[in-house]
């Protein structure tokens, strides 16, 4: 049994539990032996070089992705990407991608309200109301009507969290959810980021934003060459890594030259 | 089968034919089409809309339509007997010109504007700007869909056959008629379809290549 | 000097209405099964199974490539070697529809590959089946980016049906032929039907751009739409 440093929560059951996961496309291995459990209400922050598997990580907590070894259970269930219950799995999962995949042909109300109305099977008076509530949340309720390309990348990235939340999820997965973004629209969505781990959710967020991870992040996942290298408080794994390896990535982000 | 092989040397001469039918009349769709393309371009309005009209017309007006236009209508007009071979020429280069003229068009178009610029800033004078600056450059990109007109034209030839020129398929609906009752009777057409596709496939293969090339050299 | 007059056409107005019928019936119908047909083909040229792929690769390039006159001849003439007697009617439709499918497979293959890998994603990370992934969210990407496209196929069809005159269907080309054959009055014949097949082709042009705009409200919006 594995121990989780600098957890100071009780115990519970983890809402994710991953047992050593193995992924590979044919013989090139993108991760190998990943081990580790989330708590309800935890934020998780998954850092580490580009190219070592940390998005092909999420998309395999969700199915959209399969692996070739080992065990991921999300809430008790078994994630496989080929049974027929992951679809009610996803329900549970709220996804944010790097390229914010909003739907082009809808308006920013309809990218929100569809999956509650077709997946959850809400009417369309009762998800409206409910994605306005997430507008307000995102600060976006004035864009509501606007299609995707009317808007910059901040606000559908905003959209893209709204949408998420209005399935309410249980767990919620950032991709690196600002690596496409202008950077005077970055700050707006790690606000409300921040926001969403202030209201207790659980948050599983892979990033490059050191500050973000510091400051909001329970804990922090070094990943380098598909494997966890160090697993600890931000706080902990940013001023004294143990590792050579995070001493080195993380001297790279915070100084770089 | 065996009758099939006597007849190889008219299946032979039909090909033949069909290729050079539809080559005269792409020559001839180039010639108007370049034409038609460049007064599309041109930054008068009225003769952009003559031109337009133009490509417009021939776009929806169906070949055999324009065949039997110029096979009939214009023996009638002029008094002259047009043979089936002119009048199916001259109707496949009219419908050719509207196609080669969206091609000339999209070719001129795709130069970029500073291309001109920088020419006209070295002192060149507008006609040389266009000679030895923009038309090398489109035409290379001109080739590639041009090349697509051609096989256009040719299917298109083989409604000649309609008229009663003997091009290949006219050759094949012959050959069909006097082996009436042989097995060879639906083979001839297999034959003949076999043969527009591979000809056809290989011509857009080219096309298809050359294009490859152009995206490479940019 | 020919002497232009369209009053020698008046008799022949009659049947000229029940040609424009025919070519409208005969179009409208290719149109909608090569637009099913062509959606299903793409899918079957986008499939994972690589000899399902082949097939559909060999449908498109042998139908393409091939004169859409001799594919009528096939039917009209081959198929009853194998006993399979079709009315000139449905020979004509079938070689039209099998036309269009092959071009419609082409217009659809490639609006399916413009929308990305990652609208697939997020509609299944929402939990989307798969049916639903298609009907909400890929689908109507793959129309709309398809739709200009769709239009000029539509317009194809249009021209491709004056080939169905010679599986002796009454359509406007059948029209001009035979009235011109009895009449001699060419010009004035094929001036009317050149006119029907003109008025036509605008027809769809224009209802194209209007309902364009009307289904697509953010085109003027610019973006990638």
Redesign the interface.
Known sequence: MSTEPGLSVIQTDPILRVDSVTKSFGKKIIFNNISFNVQAGQVVVIVGPSGTGKSTFLRCVNGLEDIQSGRIVFEGDIVNAHSKNIVSLRKRIGMIFQNFNLYPHLTALENVTLAPMKVLGESRKLADERAMDMFRKVRLEHRASAYPSQLSGGEQQRVAIARALAMNPSLMMFDEPTSALDPETVGDVLAIMEELARDGRTMLVVTHEMGFADHVGDRMIFMDGGTIIEDGPPSELLKNPKEKRTQQFVNSVLRPN | MVILIDYSFLLIRGLGITLWISWVALLLAALIGALIGLGRTSKRWSIRFLTGVYA??F???????TL??VY??LT??TGINLSTFVAATIALALEGSAMMSEVVRGGLQSIAKGQREAALSTGMKAWQVELFIVWPQAIRVMIPPAVGVY?STL?????A??IGYVEL?KT??LI?ESVRGHSG??LI??V??TI??I???AI?RLGAMLEERNNFVN | MYNFNLFFIFPYLDSLQWAIWNTLQISVTATFLSIIFGVLMALVRLSNYKYLRLCGVFYVEVVRNMPMVVLLYLIFFGLPSFGIVLSGYISGLTALTMNSTAFMTEIFRSGFMAVSKGQFEAARAQGMTNTQLYRFIILPQVFRISYASLGNQIIGVIMGSSIMMIATIEEVTAWMFNTGSINFRYFEVFFVGGLVYFVLCQTVNLVRNALGKIIFKTAAAGGPW
């Open positions: 417009e017309f776009r929806s007006i169906p070949v055999l339509v039997f236009f009939y209508g009638l007009l096989v299917k298109a030839s083989s409604l056959s309609v398929t094949g609906l069909r009777s639906l057409l297999v003949i379809a527009y596709v000809i056809n496939f857009s």
